[in-house]
């Protein structure tokens, strides 16, 4: 990997993780969501990072997705289990990380997620492959007598491209790819109390646009969303970061819909509604691999 690059990476993880450890003072009982979402967004841009994706903040049994909307009045509640997952990128490369902070129970449940994430990076290293990963991430979690989440993954991480190959599946699938120096991944294990599967819920606040599927639009609305989403190289959005009304954005997103230009990412939520953890760190694969997602200070 060109130095250059391997620098933009670094630095774009350890921005991710330095906000990600504000985090912990931000979560509270009381707290609005929609402060700490803006709050986390300020600190990436003014850390000297760019927002690889809207915040998602996950609260309970939504695993992921979720990101609150201009007005949304939601207060964080004791007993909350809270999913902070972000994302910044330096000229497109992107540092992705994710901590989930109790204000209550469930320490076990965060500690499994965790601990899987930690077992998997130990193996991390060229010719590794991917059942490999998912088979600890498993072990480690139903070893705390919970489940794993089996459709939800992590992910190779490109330039502009968050969800890029390969797929780093939590648990054993027969798509078995051998990871190789120089891949960049994000892992991220999810555990549950419930049965380890996630459902789309029917409403999406984060979308990015289809960049190669360019076609006529009507309205204005479409329009500016489209052209907002191509100044953003692809990469994911929402509503907050458009000067648009919650109606006209809705109304833009339909005919972007219609025309199969817009890509939405629906909330996910656990299927028995059963609480999630989620730990995730962003690691470029070497003989010794770099996790970019931490910082000694
Ligand atoms: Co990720």
New binding site residues.
Partial sequence: MDKEILEKYIKAGRIAAKVRDECKSLVKPGKNILEIAEEIERRITELGGELAFPVNIGINNIAAHYTPEKGEDILLREGDIVKI?I?AHVDGYIG?T?ITISLGEYEDLLEASRKALNEAIKLLKPGIKTNEIAETIQKTIESFGFRVISNLT??GLERFN?HADPQIPNVITSNNYMLKEDDVI?I?PFATTGIGFVKDLDEARIFSVLIDKRNMLRSMEAREIYSFGIKRNGLPFTSRWLELSKIKFRLGIKELKMKDMIYPYYILAEKEEAMVAQF?HTIIIKDKPIVTTIYDE
């Fill in positions: 997952d994302g992705d994710a992590g992910h968050i994000a991220e995730e």
